[in-house]
């Protein structure tokens, strides 16, 4: 297991290879703080967190809610209930996760949805060995802040440099000395310290080298493959691109809202300014090879892939994006 943090030993892998909703699962989620009852709750509160955490899909009622007299948190179980309900009607966690971006999906916080890819990357990576996929694999849930060395782009954990830049952190190797806005102090990556990842990784605090050519994009480019492989048993094949000049552009995917903001305009023949914009920061080429799923007019062409980073510096990746705007012919059923 890579990341405890994930919660994959609260659940249990199904025919299929995916995960099941456990009563495990449901119960990690009502022990969260917006949930958990304090000492200064009611008795209605207490008494519908003491069924749940006993009967994890017990039904409630909208009289259970109105009971709590906290209101805020009455709010709370009811998005959690309703995020629950969800995920037990949909079967496992992918087909909830999927499901998640459907039309007639509940509204749930962007935390949740984290929490599930989180989740499901730890599935997809039980038993890798490669720190840098490990590493690659944090992109799909984590948001990270693009920083330089020497030329190189290298990415590093959003929450991990903003906690670093506070006063009073305690720095280790400096990652980025030319930046004078922040000094954080990072290890990147390396096949030398590759080892050192596995017991550190729940603190998401090695930076990945991000460049073309270099492993983690080659490794980010893998785990597109598996990710579309587990959730659509979709085979592709995904190329790390300098550029996509010279090249026919039948369909892309952009991987954040910023960079389908980039390759819609781009692909449109709209020119952006420079200023106040955020940048793409790699380029991919999709295969997909069942041209039978694949609406007609688009057999045989390429997916081209980007990911941005934002005018602010961060990259928040939305692998949903992967499963939901593909030109695939059940999409349009």
């Known amino acids: 297991m890579i990341w405890k943090s994930a919660g994959l030993h609260l659940t249990e892998r199904l025919g299929n290879g995916w995960l099941a909703v456990s009563p495990d699962f449901l119960r990690a989620y009502y022990t969260r703080p917006e949930i958990h009852p304090v000492a200064e709750s009611c008795a209605a509160e207490h008494a519908l967190f003491e069924r749940l955490m006993e009967t994890p899909d017990a039904a409630v009622t909208e009289a259970d809610l109105a009971a709590i007299a906290d209101r805020d948190t009455a709010a709370n179980y009811a998005l959690v209930l309703r995020f629950r309900d969800h995920l037990l009607a949909a079967g496992s966690i992918e087909a909830g ?9 509940p509204q749930v916080p962007p935390l949740f949805i984290g929490q599930l890819a989180h989740l499901i990357m730890a599935n997809l990576l039980t038993g890798e060995t490669d720190a840098v996929t490990a590493r690659a694999g944090e992109l799909f849930f984590r948001d990270q802040v693009a920083m330089t ?43 030398q310290n590759a080892d050192a990842y596995w017991p550190r990784a ?23 493959e598996r990710w579309l492989a587990h959730f659509l048993d979709l085979p592709v094949r995904v190329q790390p691109l300098q550029s996509v000049q010279n090249q026919s552009w039948p369909w892309h995917v952009g991987l954040d809202a910023e960079a389908t903001r980039i390759l819609n305009a781009l692909y449109q023949g709209a020119e952006l300014p420079e200023a106040g914009q955020g940048r793409i920061a790699a380029l991919f080429r999709m295969e ?3 041209p039978e799923r694949v609406i007609e007019r688009l ?35």
């Open 202 to 224: 729940d603190r998401f605090d090695f930076a990945l080298d991000f460049r073309f050519a270099e492993p983690g994009q080659d490794a980010f480019a893998r785990l597109i």
């Open 299 to 333: 057999r045989g062409k390429p997916v081209f892939l980007g990911l941005a980073v934002e005018a602010g510096g961060k990259v928040r990746m939305k692998p949903q994006n992967l499963l939901v705007n593909l030109p695939l012919v059940e999409a349009r059923q």
């Open 97 to 105: 996760y999927r499901g998640l971006f459907l039309p007639a999906a």
């Open 288 to 290: 997909i090879e069942a």
């Open 149 to 191: 060395d020497e030329g190189q782009l290298m990415l590093a954990d959003a929450e991990v440099v903003e906690t670093s830049a506070q006063p009073g952190a305690q720095p280790g190797a400096l990652l980025d000395p030319g930046r004078p806005m922040r000094e954080v102090a990072l290890d990147k990556l390396t096949p």
